[in-house]
């Protein structure tokens, strides 16, 4: 038995995800490098010759998680060892990224740790890792720990990464940009993904046009700043050497068969005018914005190295809806940053109010290593954190309902991606991210079908297919 199956056998790989969209588009890239090596995708750690964990380090729990991962993965290795074969692990990703050798100390099953700029590398990875196999079994010293590439390296990913292998569901994620340059004092992001870079418009353009070759009727621009978009112009494009993100979107507008574009996530010192100006202009760009804005106290964001205040945000919304009335808003928040007192928390419930949001994530702060936020002094308590946090989804649930209820009565186009809970039932999304589920066949998975929406639930709307199928055939 060989460490990897030989080449021209087919090999299996098990990716499993966590974190941000950034890293399901980085996984199926994975997969995409993998591929020419004659790896297939399964569906489980007990059948893959490879496993790779592609994973987050935003908070503690996330971080954690991969740990306890590993040591199941440790034990399906070495029951593989007892039978004359093996299994390969591998750690991709952020905590990849943050912790490096460590991981390996800690869990020394893993044969390779990668961070998230480097998996275009996997092929020499994998055959290091192979010879480091090949030394195992002659029964001699292995030097040290696993194979390791956690450097950024000097060359971009984009340049190296095979064609996309596949478009699901009509619907595609595109990273336009990487990495981050403002520093947060809560967040981990500038360090694990390393210094804002963003792509060579012509390679996006490129990308999505594929995309949409293969199937995709929608895109998510992805980037951990995306609106923070200023990548090489095409050659021969007027108008400077650099794209904005709102010029970006009006070219993909161009792109015959693109029904739908969004991008996430964006800061909203990023929001330009041209960008603004784009939500009230292109027709394709879904009327859905996630803005993360953490707090709505002043002296908090400012505490958070946001550099903007609760008044930025709030005017920014205000010249959003004016461009784009029926715009939906969705955002981020952290309750319990260090120093946050029942009036800052105040304001954040303020600001929530005002301001009214269609979806949103919230977050206890969770303390981690090497950010400045881990070393103030007034960390709060887990209660605290906890009864602030119950107090705020509840609210944001309030108007999530609400949102919902109000488009009941509406006919609107959705998106469908998959089976719905219910045999017989389709799921998809409509224009503000919402999930709509109907009665109708698996055939219109990954198109788009209008739908008038018949009942709102907390998280989800029925609907019916308009006109009725039998009148459309
Ligand atoms: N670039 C985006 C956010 C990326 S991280 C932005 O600037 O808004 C996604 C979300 O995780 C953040 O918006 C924040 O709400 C949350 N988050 C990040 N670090 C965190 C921490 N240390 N504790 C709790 N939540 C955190
Ligand atoms: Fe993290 Fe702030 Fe950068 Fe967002 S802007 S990725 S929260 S440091
Ligand atoms: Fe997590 Fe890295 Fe995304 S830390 S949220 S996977 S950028």
């Not at 029964?139 to 950024?152: I, M, N, Q, S, W």
């Not at 940053?337 to 301001?355: K, N, R, Y």
């Not at 954190?385 to 006919?411: C, H, I």
């Not at 409509?430 to 907390?458: C, F, K, N």
Request: aromatic content about 6%; overall charge neutral.
């Amino acid at each position: 038995m060989t460490f990897v199956p030989t080449d021209g056998k087919r090999k299996r790989v098990f990716i499993r995800t966590y974190g941000c969209q950034m890293n399901v588009y980085d996984s199926d890239r994975m997969a995409d490098v993998l591929r020419p090596l004659g790896y297939a995708l399964s569906d489980s750690p007990e059948q893959a010759d490879l496993v790779v964990l592609n994973t987050c380090h935003i908070r503690e729990k996330a971080s954690e998680k991969v740990y306890s991962e590993l040591g199941r993965l440790r034990d399906v290795k070495a029951e593989r060892r007892r039978e004359g074969s093996d299994l390969t692990i591998a750690v991709a990703g952020c905590v990849a990224q943050a912790e490096g050798e460590e991981i390996a100390k800690r869990q020394p099953a893993v044969d390779i740790v990668v961070g998230p700029q480097a998996y275009h590398r996997l092929p020499q990875l994998l055959a290091e890792a192979e010879r480091r196999g090949a030394i195992r079994r002659a029964g001699k010293r292995l030097p040290g720990a696993g194979v390791l590439d956690t450097e950024f390296p000097p060359e971009s990913k984009f340049d190296h990464l095979p064609a996309p292998g596949g478009v699901r569901a009509g619907s595609a994620f595109l990273s336009i940009q990487e990495g981050c340059d403002k520093f947060c004092t809560f967040c981990v992001v500038p360090y694990t993904r390393g210094a804002e870079y963003s792509r060579p418009a012509e390679s996006i353009l490129q990308e999505a046009r594929a995309l949409v070759a293969a199937g995709a009727v929608e895109l998510t621009l992805l980037g951990q700043n995306v609106n923070a978009y200023h990548g090489e112009a095409p050659s021969g494009s007027a108008g400077g050497s650099t794209w904005s993100l709102g010029r970006l979107v009006r070219a993909l507008a161009e792109i015959d068969g693109l029904a739908r574009i969004r991008y996430t996530t964006s800061h909203p010192r990023d929001m330009d005018d041209d960008l603004i100006a784009a939500h009230g202009e292109v027709v394709q760009l879904m009327p859905y914005l996630h803005l993360p804005v953490q707090s709505g106290s002043d002296r908090i964001l400012e505490a958070m190295n946001r550099g903007h205040g609760r008044d930025l945000f709030r005017r920014l919304v205000d010249r959003l809806r004016e461009r784009r009335p029926d715009l939906a808003l969705s955002s981020d928040f952290i309750v319990g940053f260090p120093g946050e007192s029942d009036a800052d928390f105040d304001a954040t419930m303020q600001l929530i109010d005002d301001v009214g949001f269609a979806a949103a994530f919230s977050f206890k702060y969770s303390r981690r290593p090497g950010t400045p936020g881990a070393a103030l002094p007034d960390q709060i308590p887990e209660s605290v954190k906890t009864a602030r946090l119950a107090a705020l989804q509840a609210l944001l649930a309030r108007q999530q309902r609400d949102f919902n209820a109000a488009k009941v009565g509406a006919t609107v186009p959705v998106l469908f991606a998959e089976p719905g809970r219910k045999p017989g039932q389709v799921l998809g999304k409509s224009p503000w991210l919402q999930s709509v589920y109907v009665e109708g066949p698996a055939s219109l998975i990954g198109s788009i079908a209008s739908v008038r929406l018949t009942e709102a639930h907390a998280v989800s709307l029925a609907g019916e297919i308009v006109p009725p199928l039998e009148a459309a055939a």
